[in-house]
């Protein structure tokens, strides 16, 4: 199985600052790579999918980058509404395993 | 409206079973592949199990012989069948529908709000 290293796990933040979380696939996944959003209670959201396209609705200030086996998933601006956890997700082959999150927080 | 709506969770004991339905409006499971995806409390997402639109059915090591997906395309709903439910599979049980993109990306796109099932003596 494709092993997902998501980093940090945490994260402090505060409302207009910059951040970046990174997810690292244990081996080539072609930029089969998204990203998901989940607040406490709820359900996860697709944000981006293959590796830097954004789902329809989402704010454009969320982005996803690609370089080999790492990836990159970064909220400009960051609103108040974005402190949640945030999941990767490979699906370049099955099991299609989730990195272990990034829980987002106000500092 | 998409919607995807999930029920049949509860408190279970250990070796029992429990099956899960995933109801589907707005979109069909029979046109579409269907995944479950389940989140132990305080924990991260764990991808249990997908059906194809041909049928074909693929399990996480964690379950594979003792759960079961299905789908009723009459009925336009999804199942998981849970056999010898351990401590380890209590969990809230998400189902979602696996969008396809060009050049062969997929990704969860639509998801339910999710079912809790609980497994204690």
């Known amino acids: 199985d494709i092993q997902m290293t998501q980093s940090p796990s945490s994260l402090s933040a505060s409302v207009g600052d910059r951040i970046t979380i990174t997810c690292r696939a244990s081996q080539h996944i072609n930029n089969y790579l998204n990203w998901y959003q989940q607040k406490p209670g709820k359900a996860p959201q697709l944000l981006i999918y293959?590796?830097?396209n954004l789902q329809s609705g989402v704010p454009s200030r969320f982005s996803g980058t690609a370089f080999g086996t790492d990836f990159t998933l970064t909220i400009n601006n960051l609103q108040p509404e974005d402190f949640a956890a945030y999941y990767c997700?490979?699906?370049?082959?099955?099991?299609?395993?989730f990195g272990q999150g990034t829980k987002v927080e106000i500092k | 409206e998409v919607q995807l709506v999930e029920s049949g969770g509860g408190l279970i004991q250990p070796g029992g079973s429990l099956r899960l339905s995933c109801a589907a409006s707005g979109v069909s499971v029979s046109e579409n592949y269907m995944t479950w995806v389940r989140q132990a409390p305080g924990k991260g997402l764990e991808w249990v199990s997908v059906i194809y639109t041909s049928g074909s059915t693929y399990y996480s090591d964690s379950v594979k012989g003792r759960f079961t997906i299905s789908r009723d395309d009459s009925k336009n709903m999804l199942y998981l069948q849970m056999n010898s439910l351990r401590a380890d599979d209590t969990a809230v049980y998400y189902c979602?529908?696996?969008?396809?993109?060009?050049?062969?990306?997929?990704?969860?796109?639509?998801w339910g709000q999710g079912t809790m099932v609980t497994v204690s003596s």
């Open positions: 293959a590796a830097s």
């Open positions: 979602a529908r696996d969008q396809f993109y060009s050049r062969g990306a997929e990704a969860l796109d639509i």
């Open positions: 997700q490979h699906n370049y082959s099955t099991p299609p395993t």
